[in-house]
């Protein structure tokens, strides 16, 4: 499999500086470098096919999912480093990774990848009941996001490769308080005044927050580690 230039979509601000350390812009494309390009898409499948199809109008020849996953299976833990073969819809689709190109990257890493499938899902999946019911459906998924499965159905209609690279934040018998989930916008900026009323509602919440916070730096580490093999472009 050989790409002259990768594209790249990514839902937060910060999975994105830890491929690019240059300004960032939502929605439209960034250069990383020569091969490759960004796109900071928000949160969810809609946003993440939109910007798959910018990246590709804009002469992309592979397209690559990056950023933070939440787990399905127990044995994964926070900074857990996903390169899954197959991807999963909620509707039954099925894509395949290019595994040729999933092989050299994870040849080219100093840490442990782990295989399997992602399940992508079109909300956010964040309680323990919610991860369990996604288990059940799809046992071989190591963890969950919302926009793989986007970025591999226009990989897909367009014969183009993809592959996913995924850092675990939270594990699997953890809930996402809601004061996490409700208190970003679509690229994950803080929006302070709902958080200040989701914490004089429930104080005690602030505890969680903060073990999400030291997880989250734990999958961004991981990313970081993972960038040089992306930005060398290691495909072929």
Known sequence: ???????????LDAEAQALHAGALRHDVVVEVNA?????????????AMAAARTLLAA??????????????QPARKPGD????????GASSQTWSVDLAWREI?????????YAGGLLSVATPCGSVAAKSACLLDFPLAQGVDMESGAIAAVADAAGKPFVVIRSIVDPADQS??????????????????????GLLRHPAVCVDLMRLGAQMQKALNTLRAVAPSLQAGRVA
């Open 81 to 88: 480093l996903l390169l899954p073969e197959v991807v999963f």
């Open 35 to 47: 091969q490759l390009l960004l796109v900071v898409s928000g949160m969810g499948p809609e946003r």
């Open 176 to 197: 996402l308080p809601d004061a996490a989930t409700g208190s970003v916008d679509a690229y994950g900026g803080l929006q302070v005044l709902k958080l200040m009323r």
């Open 105 to 113: 990257l994870a040849q080219s890493l100093s840490l442990p990848a």
């Open 1 to 11: 499999m050989h790409c002259r230039r990768l594209g790249v979509v990514v839902a």
């Open 59 to 72: 002469g992309v020849d592979g397209l690559v999912s990056w950023g933070t996953a939440g787990a399905l």
